[in-house]
């Protein structure tokens, strides 16, 4: 019995092995070369999960290190992943031949999470569809005029918290990311659920909404096992974010659907949008409508007050560039008698800073898809590999918009890089602040409008000068999702 039972584990532990060999072996057998550093079961992920480096950052490195392949291999632990060099390769995920490559490797259980589940970046198949085409129409450039009114009076707001700061000084020294997130946390407040953000008040509460994710976004143990090892956050159940913020946004819609009912005024924000697109007589579906204010929150605050933070690096280390960008702002204004959409749809020159500010400096720093189909992919250089179903795809953002080979002194913050002459010269899929193809993001315009009319009210108003307090060389925190910035950026802000 003793015999058998040691037969039975012999057995077994040589058929790990031999599963781990296999595993470990993918890309040597696929004849794709293997980025150094591979450690036994955990792969290249030693130096991430010891802190040394941030994931995007290790994309990046891998990217640099080898510049003479189309792609390269590297392992999250047993997990394989694919690095695509060539943009070429890029396009062929991304849009070409999307149908093979549609979904996102970050996925939600919608079990664990289901008003997470439901935001179009983690759907698939016909929910993924239907969910695009609701807020296509709900960032529309006619809706956008409409939820330009409620950015505007956010700017306001903005302008007072600041100008009180500086009533009995001349200088106020502050950190961009904290300052940023109470300005997107109120515009999607106000322009999302036509409610009060409470984001710029002398003491805010854990119901302010650039309060309301706390570190759920950055050091969250979930989302580090949820990026890491996916199949144990499956298997746990584990959720992405806090349950509070599930039943605070069930919460306030709840509220805000019975308050109107109760108003015969019609509300021009993205919730009412919302709620006239899920009726069904006089029925209306909470749970998704939750779903999509939850989404709306989720992509409207941290992704942009961080690109946000990195503009405002961007223009208090380049005066000249700060003052060019000024000048457009209050032409543009001067033009059209007042602060309008129209006034900021045609601050082009902005749209240049933004750019090159993302170019420089990624949020994410690399796009993650998986294989839904057999496909074939082929590098300029020979290489060849066929993608099955469940393949991992990394797309290296970071690397392609940093690479020499696509843009001259990468290293030097330019935004002629972007003036109409120019930017017809850029490679395509070398530049992907908002992804690409089909999956591009949907709230694009909705980030790029608040984003236009936080730096317009604040160059309108202030000067921006970079604080000592500021480490520079700037150095990404290695336990963070998205790619903060150790210690802060932070700057003076002075009355013009």
Same mark, same amino acid.
């Given at each position: ?13 040589l ?30 992920m ?30 999250n ?8 060099r060539?943009?070429?390769l ?7 031949n ?6 996102n490797?970050?996925?939600?259980d919608?079990?664990?999470d ?5 935001n ?17 129409y709900?960032f529309?450039?006619v ?6 009114v409620?950015?505007k009076?956010?700017?306001?707001k903005?302008e ?22 109470r300005?997107?946390?109120e ?8 409610i009060e953000?409470?984001?710029? &008040? %002398?003491?805010?509460? =854990?119901? +302010?909404?650039?309060q ?5 976004? !950055?050091?969250s @143990?979930?989302?580090l ?9 499956r298997l ?6 806090p ?14 659907l ?8 019609y ?10 697109m899920?009726?069904i007589?006089?029925?209306?579906? &909470? %749970?998704?409508?939750? =779903?999509? +204010?939850?989404?709306?929150?989720l992509?409207g605050t941290? !992704?942009?007050? @961080? ?13 000249d560039?700060?003052?060019k960008?000024?000048?457009?702002v209050?032409s543009k204004?001067e033009?059209?008698?007042d ?5 900021l ?5 902005m ?8 170019r ?6 690399f ?8 496909f ?7 290489l060849?590999y066929?993608?099955?179903p ?24 330019d935004p002629?890089?972007f ?6 010269t ?9 992804g690409e ?12 409008l ?6 317009a ?32 950026i932070w700057?003076?802000?002075t009355?013009l």
């Amino acid at each position: 019995m003793v015999s058998a039972f040691f037969t039975l584990l012999t057995g077994l532990f040589l058929l790990l092995c031999l599963y781990l060999y296999l595993r470990h072996n993918h890309w040597k057998r696929n004849g794709i070369p293997t980025a150094k550093g591979y450690v036994p079961i955990l792969g290249h992920m030693l130096p991430v999960l010891m802190k040394k480096i941030h994931f995007g950052q290790f994309i990046r490195k891998v990217y640099d290190e080898y510049k003479d392949y189309s792609m390269v291999g590297i392992y999250n632990g047993i997990m394989p992943l694919l690095i695509l060099r060539e943009p070429n390769l890029v396009k062929t995920v991304l849009q070409s031949n999307f149908s093979s490559f549609h979904e996102n490797a970050f996925k939600i259980d919608p079990n664990a999470d289901p008003l997470s589940a439901k935001n179009p970046f983690f759907c698939t198949g016909d929910a993924w569809l239907n969910g695009r085409k609701r807020l296509t129409y709900a960032f529309s450039n006619v809706r956008l005029k409409v939820l330009f009114v409620a950015v505007k009076g956010v700017c306001k707001k903005f302008e007072n918290f600041l100008n009180k700061r500086l009533e009995t000084k001349n200088k106020y020294e502050v950190e961009l990311k904290p300052l940023f997130l109470r300005f997107t946390g109120e515009v999607v407040a106000n322009a999302g659920l036509g409610i009060e953000g409470h984001c710029f &008040e %002398d003491e805010t509460t =854990a119901s +302010a909404f650039n309060q309301l994710t706390g570190n759920a976004l !950055t050091t969250s @143990l979930s989302i580090l096992i949820w990026q890491y090892f996916p199949v144990i956050g499956r298997l746990l159940k584990l959720k992405l974010l806090p349950k509070r913020l599930d039943e605070f946004f069930r919460k306030v819609v709840a509220e805000n659907l019975e308050i109107r009912r109760m108003e015969p005024i019609y509300r021009n924000d993205f919730l009412q949008l919302m709620i006239d697109m899920e009726k069904i007589g006089e029925k209306v579906d &909470e %749970d998704v409508i939750a =779903a999509h +204010a939850l989404s709306f929150f989720l992509d409207g605050t941290e !992704t942009s007050s @961080l690109t946000l933070n990195y503009i405002g690096y961007d223009l208090a280390v380049h005066p000249d560039i700060q003052e060019k960008l000024r000048n457009e702002v209050m032409s543009k204004i001067e033009k059209h008698g007042d602060f309008t959409y129209e006034a900021l749809k045609e601050m082009t020159y902005m749209n240049q800073v933004i750019s090159e500010s993302q170019r420089c400096h990624t949020v994410a720093g690399f796009m993650h898809k998986i294989c839904t189909e057999e496909f074939v992919l082929q590098g300029s250089d020979g290489l060849t590999y066929r993608a099955k179903p469940g393949t991992n795809i990394i797309i290296p953002a970071e690397g392609l918009q940093c690479d020499p080979k696509y843009w001259t002194d990468p290293e030097v913050f330019d935004p002629e890089r972007f003036n109409e002459e120019r930017k017809q010269t850029i490679e395509k899929m070398t530049f992907l602040p908002f992804g690409e193809g089909p999956r591009i993001c949907v709230g694009m315009k909705m980030a790029m409008l608040q984003m236009k009319a936080c730096l317009a009210n604040l160059l309108r108003n202030y000067k921006l000068e970079l604080s000592p307090r500021t480490q520079v060389p700037l150095k990404i925190l290695p336990n963070h999702f998205l790619a903060e910035v150790n210690g802060g950026i932070w700057v003076y802000i002075t009355k013009l």
